[in-house]
């Protein structure tokens, strides 16, 4: 890089073009709130640690869904497979019932929703949240997992959903 690239400023467009060459897993957070199941799609969740096991994702601050998120005491992170790119974008869509037909779920520990057929399920407690630019960064303590079918996951790159493919 040259001086001039380092000290000139990212404007917002092409900071997301150059994050778009990188390809993320794609997961569903999902919680029960005042009796009501909230979820949203993060193609930001990571690992944080394994003793103890936490877990990391972003979420928007605009976000209309973490007002909910915020208030339960417990959530899922379900991690989509390969073939539920369809179910991503619905709960990616804003003024959509995200648990109607066809979205099949079960209630959980604390009556957190797990997708039906995903490839894992990662039941969390809140552990900390911190605000991080137009984000929020929150941490989730695993109390319970869950594996699915063992099949490719979801993933998104360059704006699209789509699947991994192994070399030989």
């Known amino acids: ?30 919680a029960w709130t005042d009796g009501v199941p909230v979820g949203l799609t993060a193609t930001s969740f990571s690992s944080v640690s394994l003793n103890p096991p936490l ?15 915020r208030q339960a005491d ?6 989509l497979a390969s073939d539920q790119a369809d179910l991503a974008s619905r709960f990616a ?11 099949t779920w079960t209630p959980g520990p604390r009556g957190v929703p797990l997708l039906d057929g995903v490839s894992a399920h990662l039941v969390c407690e809140p552990h900390s949240t911190a605000e991080i630019g137009d984000h ?23 704006g699209r959903f789509g699947r991994f493919t192994p070399h030989s």
């Open 55 to 69: 877990v990391s994702f972003y979420v928007d601050q605009s976000s209309t869904t973490w007002p909910w998120l």
């Open 136 to 158: 929020i960064l929150v941490v989730g303590l695993v109390t319970g997992t869950r594996i699915g079918s063992p099949g490719r996951p979801l993933i998104y790159h360059q």
């Open 74 to 79: 417990g959530f899922a992170v379900n991690v």
């Open 1 to 30: 890089m040259t001086d001039t690239l380092a000290e000139a400023a990212v404007d917002n467009q092409r900071f997301r073009e150059a994050l778009a060459v990188h390809a993320a897993g794609v997961v569903v957070v999902t």
């Open 93 to 103: 869509r804003r003024n959509v019932d995200r648990f109607a037909a066809p979205t």
